[in-house]
């Protein structure tokens, strides 16, 4: 999520002249995201993942694409935000729109090189039309002495509450032969399982729960209107056709599963106690819709985080004490740019997907996606993530840090350091 994002959100959601719960957030900065080469880890990427921005998030240490908490080129582990505070007594929890064993709540859960590991059947993948899905995490086998699979991990971590989608990485034997799932697993270790909206309310006392609401990623709240999206711009002997504009409509898919807010909600019910607590909640799919030039999509997904962070603020109003951060794992593609262009609009247009968006207060927004020309899917961007805050001190944040310096906000939060940042 960019500021691109969080613009395109706001002019169909409030409205150009409107305001999200985000924009009241008393505290707004600015964080450099930091990725390294895997090779030469002094060298930077300037284009991170979401398994690279977790890790920074989560572990205050910049580390390689595609490894989730373990360090570039020695794959080291690096402790988590959620292993310290919980070792320290805190409640731990973790709330995401996407599979719970996905790059970003995965960073603050487990420790593997490769993020597409994400259960036991995953562990060797060989993907010839998109090498990047390819995985070899063989000798992360339990049975060779490694810690297994990302669902592996949550299920014997020793998190309070995780909640998204994901099931089928759970709903399968742990490992080649075996007749234990990772949901058998997962209750071994004291979890209970639920997989429907409705269970949420039943979330009380002690009980250590997964919530898997969905097979992989989550239905999303918006689509465009009979399922539009970005495309590229056609022409006709030469002469631009810019693409008619679409409004943005209710996903059907996303009546039959939880929002957002209401995993939040459970949550904070959940984890509020005088032991204090640590929740992470992520929308996910405004990464994941932006991916697939899914415009209503992405402004949908940062409608859930403003509903969800609505409920934080709430509890924060009741509980002064807490801290709430929001940001980024890293930017993306979406540009607000002209709706037709302002130069030649019958000769000159985007070069990669447009969409023309109509939008409730009776304007046109066009946005842009062009990273690459691929069918498959649009790339990120490296741009610097915003950084919002409300809470104890948040006035005297600096209004520039790097990604890495959140994890030192967190922790100092908690007192648990001294807030310097972890490794750059
Ligand atoms: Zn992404």
Redesign the pocket.
């Known amino acids: 999520m960019d500021d691109q994002q969080i613009t395109i959100a706001r002019n169909y959601l409030v409205g150009s002249r409107g305001r999200l719960v985000l924009d009241a957030m008393p505290y707004r900065g600015a964080a450099q995201v930091l990725t390294v080469d895997e090779a030469d880890p002094r060298i930077p990427v300037y284009v991170g993942?979401?398994a690279s921005g977790g890790t920074a998030l989560a572990t205050g240490t910049a580390t390689s694409i595609g490894r989730v908490s373990t360090a570039a080129g020695t794959d080291q582990k690096l402790a988590s935000v959620m292993e310290l505070a919980s070792a320290a007594g805190f409640a731990t929890g973790v709330v995401s729109s996407t599979s719970i064993t996905d790059a970003t709540p995965a960073a603050f859960v487990a420790h593997i090189d490769q993020r597409y590991c994400q259960g036991p059947s995953s562990m060797e993948l060989v993907d010839k039309t998109h090498p990047q899905y390819s995985t070899n995490c063989s000798k992360d086998y339990k049975s060779r002495g490694g810690r297994g699979s990302v669902a592996e991990q949550i299920a014997e971590s020793g998190l309070d509450l995780i909640l998204g989608g994901g099931l089928r990485d759970f709903d399968q034997p742990v490992e080649q032969g075996s007749g234990t799932t990772v949901l058998d697993l997962a209750r071994q270790n004291g979890f209970s399982i639920i997989r429907n909206r409705s269970d949420l309310a039943s979330i009380r006392g002690q009980d250590r729960t997964i919530g898997l609401f969905s097979d992989g990623i989550m239905p999303v709240k918006l689509r465009g209107s009979g399922g539009a999206i970005a495309e590229f711009v056609q022409r006709e002997d030469g002469r631009v056709l810019w693409p008619e504009p679409f409004a943005c409509e209710d996903n059907p898919e996303f009546a039959d599963v939880p929002t957002l807010a209401e995993m939040t909600g459970a949550a904070l019910r959940r984890l509020d106690g005088p032991r204090g607590f640590v929740l992470m909640v992520e929308s996910a799919s405004i990464?994941?819709q932006?991916?697939y030039w899914r415009t209503c999509g992405h402004i949908g997904e940062v409608g859930q985080l403003d509903e969800a962070l609505a409920l934080a603020l709430d509890y924060a109003a009741t509980h002064p004490e807490t801290l709430i951060l929001v940001t980024a794992d890293?930017g993306?593609a979406a540009q607000l740019i002209p709706e037709t262009s302002e130069l030649a609009p019958q000769e000159h247009a985007s070069p990669g997907r447009f969409a023309r968006i109509r939008t409730p207060e009776g304007g046109i927004m066009g946005v842009n996606y062009s990273t690459n020309d691929s069918p498959d899917w649009e790339e990120?961007s490296g741009v610097q993530v915003p950084v919002y805050a409300a809470g104890p001190g948040v006035r005297a944040l600096p209004p520039f840090m790097h990604q890495v310096d959140v994890f030192g906000i967190m922790l100092k939060h908690l007192g648990l350091g001294t807030g310097t940042a972890g490794t750059h």
């Open positions: 993942d979401s990464d994941d932006a991916h890293h993306h990120h």
